[in-house]
């Protein structure tokens, strides 16, 4: 049936279709209702702020000693609690501050497309999983506990090295959208994450995956970002770690003092704390030959690494990231001849040019004021 441009928008607008979805016809107008729905997000967490606020804030404050790992970046962990309280805790009759929203603003959206959208909001899902296909701005990822192949509408497409996705989502007809935002994370931890995440679920018992993931959203974000962060240790490296804690041999302290001082002989007469250091070190090193870096160079390099990691003692479970990250640092001092920009020396070693400028940042940090 063809329409007329002055005809009323078959979308339920109440507006003539020349000045509706006739000036965006085709995929566009997934482009417009898209922009209504944010607008909506927007609306929401306003509304969920000014009627809300201090049983948010109460039950924000009971869990903030909790999580250790979110709670060091505020911000991070105030998204994903908003996300979670919003989507899924009950503050009237049982039901959500998304399902109370929904009710009162539905019957005042004029387009019916968005409109019924919107209704179909309180059906929220949360995903956890790899992405395995990208068209344009919609990707698919496949949830790792169900199997799902959820497709997502998102405003940017998904960088490469960025596969493994962590959100809350709302339906959008046959795909879904974000709520507020979503965390990605680089592809090396997409294997250990979804293991760690496979084994929470079965130990929980649980068996129904989304009931598991909406009512433990926090401690999952809490083990992913752990993992990313290369912080969260298994019970048995606890314990190795405990019986390491003896005084080291004084010779071996005054070794480690000496370090910035003078030129360390090699990665291999180096005492390193944990296996994954020395690994770190030894790959370190041979990119370093690779690039024809000079010996005392060479041994700047290592000594660097060999600072943080004494002051840090971080388990390392991306060393590219870390030889990124030192092999950057030594570009800004002048020590190297090359001129890698970050995205250049993150793509050569497989790694996500945000990571590698974060840890840098670290490592410069400890190395400035261990300096000082």
């Not at 090359?338 to 940090?365: C, F, H, P, Q, T």
Request: net charge negative; aromatic share 8%; charged share 30%.
């Amino acid at each position: 049936m063809s329409i007329g441009r002055n005809d009323p928008c078959p979308c339920g607008s109440g507006k003539k279709y020349k000045k509706c979805c006739g000036k965006v016809e085709g995929s566009a107008i997934h482009r417009v209702m898209q922009e209504e729905l944010e607008n909506l997000q927007r609306e929401l967490i306003d509304f969920a702020m000014e009627n809300y606020s201090h049983e948010m804030r109460k039950q924000y404050q009971s869990l903030l000693h909790t999580h250790e790992v979110l709670r060091k970046n505020s911000e991070v962990y105030l998204v994903a609690f908003e996300i979670w309280f919003i989507l899924t805790q009950p503050v009237k009759n049982g039901r959500t501050v998304l399902e109370e929203f929904v009710a009162r603003r539905a019957q005042t959206i004029s387009r019916e497309r968005t409109r019924d959208i919107f209704l179909t909001w309180p059906n929220v899902k949360f995903a956890a999983g790899t992405v395995k296909a990208v068209r344009e701005n919609i990707y698919e990822i496949e949830d790792i506990l169900s199997g799902e192949k959820i497709a997502i509408r998102a405003r940017r497409q998904v960088p490469v090295d960025e596969v493994f996705v962590v959100g809350g989502l709302l339906p959008f007809e046959e795909e879904y959208i974000f709520f507020m935002i979503d965390f990605h994370f680089e592809r090396h931890i997409a294997p250990e994450a979804a293991k760690w995440l496979a084994e929470q679920y079965e130990q929980s018992g649980a068996s129904d995956s989304q009931a598991f993931l909406a009512e433990n959203w926090l401690s999952i974000l809490e083990g992913i970002f752990a993992i990313h962060q290369g912080e969260e240790q298994e019970e048995t490296d606890r314990e190795q770690l405990e019986g390491q804690t003896e005084e080291q041999p004084e010779e071996i302290l005054e070794e480690a003092e000496v370090v910035s001082e003078e030129p360390a002989a090699g990665a291999e007469d180096i005492v390193w704390e944990k296996e994954s250091q020395e690994k770190t070190a030894e790959a370190l090193a041979a990119f370093l030959k690779e690039e024809e870096v000079e010996a005392d160079k060479q041994q700047e390099a290592i000594a660097l690494l060999h600072q943080y990691c004494q002051q840090e003692n971080p388990t390392i479970r991306k060393p590219e990231v870390y030889v990124a990250a030192v092999y950057s640092l030594l570009q800004s001092r002048g020590a190297v001849a090359s001129s890698y920009s970050n995205s250049e020396l993150a793509s050569r070693l497989d790694v996500s040019a945000s990571g590698l400028s974060k840890r840098m940042k670290d490592i410069e940090k400890v190395v400035s004021g261990n300096s000082q």
